[in-house]
């Protein structure tokens, strides 16, 4: 068996130099906290937090430069399974998962399931149906794969403009967050974070493409977990003395729910579409923790979860990592890591919204009249929270709570030192970066390889295709930014309408590239186009006051009807030609050459021989 390249081989140190920074971040929170302790000014420290980490991630992203196309746009394909699934599970979570899918777990509890499910049941779905397939064919991006898949640059460029807008709005969406993240860490203007952030973003994308931002992802990833582990830890080593936040929460959900009954939170029974989702506005408890189908309905959340399912295992900012895996066998297993890493994600903002429900419960609880603790009048104080006495004693209705403020509240209403408040704003920006890592880099690559190079099959030779790729992604860390400024409407909804315009559009379409031969070049842009444009069509009817079917499940029209597109038209237009044939044949055979780098290949020879 012939050697391996060297500089192919998977770096041994890999766990040493994440170590050495782990370390590093661990350094600069440990130090604000005994700064604090000494006197020094908290907005100092709050800056501190902000820009130290930020240092890091762009040192990161500075010195992994790439020279090689491999290396811009796929990292070499040398990631190991377990830091291509971290970045991969935090690119899905996301800042939108830290801030939003907690506060929805504290106001509605059991009914935010169908987000955190459906994201879980998108990955084996991607495992099982697609990610071995793709990367086996080995296509940077997703329009270039069904661009070479049916030999068509139509497809390939109508693809890559439908792709792009799920893409700016999950970017616009996670910006806004890291955003004003950031304002509070800072107390700068919102036009100056812009621009921090979109100088953090050339700092770690531009140099290296997909390598830098493989490995400054992983960094950002692992800096989310450990800031947003160490408060809820200590709240729950307080509250039940093991410091294990998943696991113990259940036992004070029974407790919360017991308080829930005396407070007399009622049992709501909606209709079964009913998809009332809280907004980021102010707004009292809705409804009891664990008991099901309170603010969405029992068929509006298996639906909202089939749509999530297809949103995450065919988006196009998520499915690019799969390139960066060293193998089939490797893809296969960086969606296992994943799925387990995603899954600790979502339990612990579960634990994060319990324990935060569980100090109201108290309060509420408390006979006699009502008296603002210290805590809540802290969290009035910052507009996480606001007060209205009623009566002798608070009552459910009394108190208020911003939903993307909850994750916030915890440490507050604990008490810890307001170090550990910034430790958790740094998880959000540093989790809203990853995943506004991943969209700018899959966007940037859409608009170098399938909109500049779009028009042939052979990219250019030489330094040219990577400073194309290096402007291809300051143009989309731009366009993000802009878009993120002037964002209106609640991130959360502009995130799952973006799942439901992606799953449409592209999931179906995917799935029968793989496993239907029938399929030719037009049922594959008649979907594409038709689920893309049913899906548009719900969102914006979905906008209206009384529309039938809310914007986020979208896909679960736009998908049937890009199915029905892809059977009719495929069914009325020529089969597709033998070479098309074979190649879906050595798509679904694991081993073998990586089916991109021959028609790469095979396309120099013919164009060489033409010269000749």
């Not at 040192?59 to 290396?71: C, K, V």
């Not at 690119?91 to 955190?116: C, E, H, N, Q, Y």
């Not at 002037?486 to 973006?498: H, W």
Request: glycine letters at 10%; a positive charge.
């Amino acid at each position: 068996m012939a050697n391996l390249s060297p500089s192919r081989a998977v770096n041994p140190r890999l766990g040493s130099y994440f170590g050495i920074f782990l370390s590093a971040f661990a350094a600069i929170a440990l130090l604000s906290l005994i700064l604090y302790g000494l006197g020094i000014e908290p907005p100092v420290l709050s800056l501190a937090m902000l820009i130290g980490p930020l240092a890091l991630y762009a040192g990161i992203g500075l010195s992994t430069h790439a020279t090689d196309p491999l290396d811009f746009f796929a990292a070499g394909r040398r990631v190991p399974a377990f830091f291509n699934g971290l970045v991969l599970a935090m690119s899905a979570f996301g800042a939108t998962g830290l801030v939003a899918l907690t506060g929805l777990f504290f106001l509605i509890g059991f009914d935010a399931l169908f987000i955190a499910i459906g994201a879980l049941g998108g990955f084996v779905i991607m495992a099982v149906l697609l990610a071995p397939f793709l990367r086996k064919f080995g296509a940077y991006t997703i329009p270039s794969y069904l661009g070479r898949r049916f030999e068509s640059r139509p497809l390939r460029l109508a693809s890559a403009l439908v792709v792009a807008a799920p893409i700016l709005m999950v970017l616009s969406a996670e910006l806004r967050f890291v955003a004003e993240a950031a304002v509070q860490l800072s107390g700068w203007t919102r036009g100056q974070i812009f621009l921090l952030i979109y100088l953090v973003l050339l700092a770690t994308l531009v140099t290296g493409g997909m390598r830098s931002m493989t490995w400054t992802s992983v960094a950002q990833s692992l800096a989310a977990f450990f800031a947003i582990m160490v408060p809820v830890i200590i709240v729950a080593a307080i509250v039940t003395t093991m410091p294990v936040p998943q696991l113990t929460h259940g036992p004070v959900l029974r407790a919360v729910g017991r308080n829930e009954a005396i407070q007399g939170l009622p049992i709501i029974l909606p209709p079964m579409l009913a998809f009332d989702l809280p907004g980021p506005e102010l707004q009292p408890i809705l409804k009891r923790f664990a008991d099901p189908f309170g603010a969405v309905g029992a068929s509006a959340f298996v639906l909202g979860t089939l749509s999530m399912i297809a949103g995450v295992a065919s988006a196009p900012w998520l499915l690019p990592r799969l390139a960066a895996a060293p193998g089939v066998y490797e893809a296969r297993k960086t969606l296992g890591w994943a799925t387990f890493i995603f899954g600790i994600a979502m339990l612990s903002a579960a634990s994060i919204a319990v324990f935060m429900r569980d100090y109201l419960m108290d309060l509420l609880a408390t006979p006699g009249p009502a008296v603002v603790p210290p805590w809540l009048a802290d969290l009035a104080k910052r507009g996480f929270a606001s007060i209205t006495e009623t009566g002798t004693q608070f009552t459910t209705q009394s108190i208020s709570f911003a939903r993307d403020s909850v994750i916030l509240s915890l440490p507050v209403a604990a008490e810890l030192p307001p170090m550990l408040l910034d430790l958790t704003l740094a998880a959000i920006v540093a989790g809203g970066l990853v995943t506004a890592s991943a969209a700018t880099t899959a966007l940037g690559h859409i608009l170098s390889e399938d909109i500049l190079f779009g028009t042939t099959w052979e990219p250019p030779h030489g330094p040219s295709r990577l400073h194309a790729g290096r402007v291809g992604i300051a143009i989309a860390a731009v366009s993000g930014i802009l878009a993120a400024a002037f964002l209106t409407t609640d991130p959360l909804r502009v995130v799952l309408c973006a799942f439901a315009i992606g799953g449409s559009s592209l999931f179906a379409v995917l799935v029968l590239s793989i496993w239907w031969k029938r399929m030719n070049a037009y049922g594959a842009m008649a979907g594409v186009l038709t689920g893309f444009g049913v899906a548009v069509l719900v969102v914006m009817g979905g906008q209206a006051e009384g529309a039938a079917v809310p914007s986020a499940l979208a896909a679960m029209i736009g998908i049937p009807a890009s199915m029905a597109a892809v059977f009719a038209v495929s069914f009325a237009t020529p089969a597709p030609s033998r070479h098309v044939l074979e190649m879906v044949r050595d798509i679904r055979i694991p081993g073998g050459e990586i089916l991109y780098d021959r028609e790469l290949r095979t396309q120099r020879l013919k164009k060489q021989r033409q010269l000749g």
